[in-house]
């Protein structure tokens, strides 16, 4: 597809979700899931299903459901085709309207129906409900589904809605040399001319956790105390595979919430697929995990960030079985319910199992600074989110139910006690087995277990938009404090004036001697701690051990102490919480980022943590890429280069301390000397200490590509030549993305919306090369037209992936111009729904942050 009827396409007006009588408007709105599902009850799908074509899969489905109360009943159904639909034996004519099958009340009956029909639906690398990947090493094909959250109906015709769970009985046809995995057992394998599956039937599952993987997977199995377990794995993948790693992992975090939640696996059998060019990180589905196979299986030697990384990944999708899977959020607005609790029990797992990992401080990082940075923007939502169409459901998913509601979930145990939540959770686990809850019945399962209402906290939490920003005020005299009062403001407006309710540890840190820690609960606008005459701290810290959720201040006699002694706070997950709030110092242009560059370029050298090192390394690449002025980004690149290298070289350190260096240095690398190491290090077998992979191979090409350095395409070229594997297409399709010139740039943009070949992982993994910061210039001309195409790319790609096209394109400029051609973008487009303005705005946040920052420290 050429760029120009691409514009036109993108420039049409823009259609809201919801239309017509609310029931058989597109997508499914609330209106009509409430009503089925007063309606409907005791679903079961038969589903047969051939996939041995490679484009189009070919079914049939027998929906057997109890009617209650009369009326038509309308099934969902957005596939390529269908034909003989028969209502209780009889054949039927449904209404056809906006992806809806509106059977007539006059053929079914009260009490027990069933409506059957075949069906075609589509086969591909994206946009399509069964993702086709292929294998360019051997040639093969691997399909997987991905129903979330509200794509089920795309494949199959079914209710689509979370709280009308059906049981499911899958029969699989496939090509001779296949296997396939779903959420039920295996029971028999037929072979014909194909292969034929048949799965025993699930318990009750949500629409969106339906799922089957097939393809000739190499598996292996284990049997571990009592359960067998079972990897799927691509064939030419499996030798490097950690399968016995994997397996006991998966089995550890079983164990771990049988024993926590008292409530033993609640599905048939456990199985888990690493698929590729999977577009999240995992998912969830009963039985059946999928798992990102590109941060399962390691090309190169791993580093502790990505080890934890994966181990946390295992841990939030096998709390799904219990959070999610069994017990379900009743509708998407409730997605927090699920997501939450994944997250947060992921780190009570962790923290429990591996005593000495220090999990708080992984959860802190991996969680708390992504949440801040959208829950301070104005586009911020709250944790509850109103949804009236699932076809908006996609919107919902973010920071805010990934990285917020964790924190808020550790800030309710911490008022609570550790009891109390888990009492509350086995209630409430208890009361929805195999159903639907929503917010207010976790609150009342807890609160009921602490004796105590959480209504105020509630409405605070869940139902409020924003967060607290909080500052500690004091007043010192004789080395002796006077007064100590923390005062709390809302981070925007938005969330209006009144206080939130919080119990935080206040710390106050003396150099070279114990730190004192006061617990204090939060009530008003401002809260007196008790401290008077208490000797004066170096700095003060009010939030440590990160129970409270907010962004906390440092007062300027602690940042200028920081500043010059934070490596010698030896607590590592409390030094790892400065350094935060020291870079949200400077995210609010209130230190210059000069000056934190210089703070890390100091500390690096003697930074042990393998987690936190990579974190400051990401905020001294922002820094410099993005907030410095040119003329301080000119003076302190040398010196950037300079430590970078010398971490990546210094046989001293770690290995994961060196990597990290070696790929931030790989990243930044600017100057023609450091692009000349960098090729010559292309000539070597290792780096960092350890064997130099293509995975680091390809990140060199493709900053030698995005500087336009000398020898670009010949080692572009030679790249391509020596990795022929799947990810090394991919690779060298990133790296071809980094290429700074304005006829590359158009080709690529053309590509994401016109080639149906292209996987959408790929198009997500080159954004930001494409995007970068450096040919903000060139890619000046995609912005607007980026923002415009929200609603298409809403309409045609998965969850995750509009979050990071509105980041990568706004991450990518730095200048006011292009702020100012956000703004009038948005005030042009003053219909645009809520909810893409939102994620636009959260986006915006760091582009108006980096404007500001430029402003003032230029
Ligand atoms: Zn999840």
Redesign the pocket.
């Known amino acids: 597809m050429t760029l120009l009827p691409l514009l036109s396409l993108l420039l049409a007006p823009i259609v809201p979700g919801v239309s017509g009588d609310g029931l058989t408007g597109p997508g499914v709105s609330r209106a009509l899931a409430e009503r089925r599902a007063a309606q409907i009850a005791q679903v079961r799908y038969a589903l047969q299903l051939d996939v041995t074509r490679r484009d189009t899969a070919v079914g049939h489905a027998r929906v057997r459901f109890v009617r209650r109360g009369g009326g038509d009943v309308i099934l969902d159904f957005r596939g390529l085709g269908y034909s003989n639909v028969m209502a209780n034996g009889a054949t039927a004519s449904p209404r056809d309207e906006h992806g809806h099958l509106v059977i007539a009340a006059a053929a079914l009956r009260d009490g027990e129906n069933e409506v059957a029909l075949d069906f075609q639906a589509a086969i591909a690398p994206a946009g399509a409900s069964v993702i086709r990947v292929h294998d360019a090493v051997d040639n093969a094909d691997y399909l997987y589904t991905l129903l979330v959250p509200a794509d089920a109906n795309q494949l199959f015709p079914c209710f689509d809605q979370p709280d009308l769970k059906g049981r499911v009985t899958l029969s699989l046809t496939t090509p001779r040399d296949w296997t396939a995995v779903a959420n039920g057992r295996v029971t028999t394998v037929d072979s014909a001319s194909a292969l034929t599956f048949r799965f025993a039937e699930s318990e009750p599952i949500s629409t969106y956790l339906v799922a089957f993987a097939a393809g000739p997977w190499s598996v292996k199995s284990a049997v571990i105390d009592g359960r067998p377990i079972s990897i799927y794995a691509r064939a030419s993948r499996a030798r490097e595979v950690e399968s016995d790693t994997l397996i006991a992992l998966n089995a550890r975090a079983i164990a771990w919430l049988e024993k926590y939640t008292a409530k033993s696996f609640p599905f048939q059998k456990f199985d888990f697929v690493l698929a590729p060019a999977f577009p999240f990180g995992?998912m969830?589905h009963p039985g059946a995990i999928f798992y990102n196979e590109e941060s399962f299986i390691y090309r190169e030697r791993p580093t502790l960030s990505q080890l934890l990384g994966r181990e946390a990944t295992i841990f939030?999708?096998v709390a799904?079985q219990w959070f999610?899977d069994f017990a379900t959020m009743r509708w998407f607005d409730d997605l927090w319910l699920?997501?939450g609790f994944?997250?947060y029990l992921a780190a009570v797992m962790q923290a429990d199992l591996d005593p000495g990992a220090n999990a708080w401080k992984t959860f802190y990082l991996r969680n708390k600074p992504a949440a801040y940075a959208v829950d301070a923007s104005s586009g911020t939502t709250p944790v509850w989110q109103q949804l009236g169409n699932l076809d908006q459901a996609k919107s919902n998913y973010g920071a805010i139910v990934?990285n917020k509601a964790p924190g808020i979930l550790k800030q309710l145990n911490y008022l609570v006690g550790d009891t109390a939540f888990r009492d509350g959770l086995r209630a409430y686990l208890r009361d929805h087995a195999y159903s639907n809850a929503t917010w207010r019945d976790l609150l009342g399962a807890v609160g009921g277990a602490a004796h105590r209402p959480l209504d105020g906290w509630g409405a605070s939490y869940i139902l409020r938009p924003g967060m607290p920003v909080i500052t500690p005020h004091v007043e010192m005299r004789g080395g002796k404090i006077l007064r100590l009062t923390i005062e709390q403001h809302p981070a925007r407006a938005l969330s209006g004036s009144a206080p939130w309710p919080a119990r935080v540890e206040l710390l106050l840190g003396y150099a070279g001697g114990p730190s004192e820690r006061i617990q204090v609960e939060l009530r008003g606008r401002v809260t007196d701690v008790p401290v008077a005459g208490r000797r004066a701290p170096d700095f003060i810290f009010a939030n440590a051990a990160d129970y409270g959720y907010a962004l906390v201040h440092l007062d300027d006699r602690s940042v200028r102490w920081l500043e010059t002694h934070i490596g010698e706070v030896r607590d590592d997950f409390l030094r790892a919480m400065l350094w935060g709030a020291l870079w949200d110092q400077v995210r609010d242009a209130r230190l210059e980022p000069v000056r934190f560059a210089r703070t890390a370029l100091r500390e690096l050298p003697r930074e042990t943590d393998e987690q936190l090192v990579p974190v400051i390394l990401g905020r001294l690449s922002r820094a410099v890429s993005a907030y410095l002025s040119p003329t301080e980004q000119g003076r302190l690149r040398p010196e950037v280069e300079r430590v970078l290298l010398a971490n990546a070289n210094d046989s001293t350190r770690s290995y994961g301390v060196r990597k990290n260096h070696l790929d931030t240095y790989v990243a930044l690398a600017h100057s023609p000397q450091a692009l000349a190491t960098l090729d010559a290090l292309l000539d070597s077998t290792a780096a960092a200490g350890a064997p130099l992979r293509p995975p680091t191979r390809w990140a060199i090409v493709t900053t030698l590509v995005a500087r336009a350095a000398p020898s670009a395409e010949a080692r572009l070229a030679a790249e391509w030549r020596r990795d022929s594997t799947t990810e090394g297409r991919r690779r060298a399709f990133v790296a071809n993305a980094a290429h700074p010139d304005s006829a590359t740039k158009a080709q690529y943009w053309a590509r994401y919306f016109g080639d149906r070949a292209l996987n959408e992982d790929w198009v997500t993994a080159s954004l930001r090369a494409f995007h970068d910061p450096e040919h903000d210039e060139l890619t000046r001309r995609y912005l607007v037209p980026a923002l415009d195409s929200l609603p298409w790319i809403q309409r045609n790609r998965r969850i995750f992936f509009l979050g990071n096209w509105v980041s990568a394109t706004l991450d990518g400029q730095r200048s006011a111009s292009a702020l100012a051609a956000v703004d009038e973008m948005l005030r042009r487009r003053a219909g645009l729904p809520r909810d893409l303005r939102a994620k636009i705005l959260q986006s915006r946040d760091e582009l108006e942050r980096t404007v500001a920052i430029r402003r003032a420290f230029p």
């Open positions: 995992g969830e939030h999708e799904h999610g699920k997501e994944a997250t990934y």
